[in-house]
């Protein structure tokens, strides 16, 4: 991810700790969904939580406010038979 390396050139001063820590948890979602690891449905929704806490963090409210919106969607789309979420409700993450 790109908020991740480049952090200390660019994000360090501008944000703080407990948003980097979104970052690296955003980035090990990331991780998982590239080697097709499954994802229960509180996985997708603590990852969409933090998609739109670190998007609220960087002064976009109006796309966080929009992935709330699609949040109460996205849980029948992720229940299917795989077990996880399907791959393009993921795919902001890589």
Request: glycine share 8%; aromatic share 6%.
């Amino acid at each position: 991810m790109v908020i991740w390396d480049q952090w200390n050139a660019t994000f360090k001063n501008i944000l703080g700790h407990a948003e980097r820590s979104l970052v690296s948890e955003l980035r090990d979602i990331r991780n998982r969904w590239a080697h097709m690891e499954n994802f229960s449905s509180d996985d997708t929704y603590r990852a969409l939580d933090s998609v739109g806490r670190l998007l609220t963090a960087v002064s976009a409210p109006e796309t966080a406010g929009r992935r709330k919106a699609e949040n109460g969607t996205a849980a029948p789309a992720v229940r299917g038979n795989s077990g996880g979420p399907r791959p393009e409700r993921l795919r902001c993450l890589r």
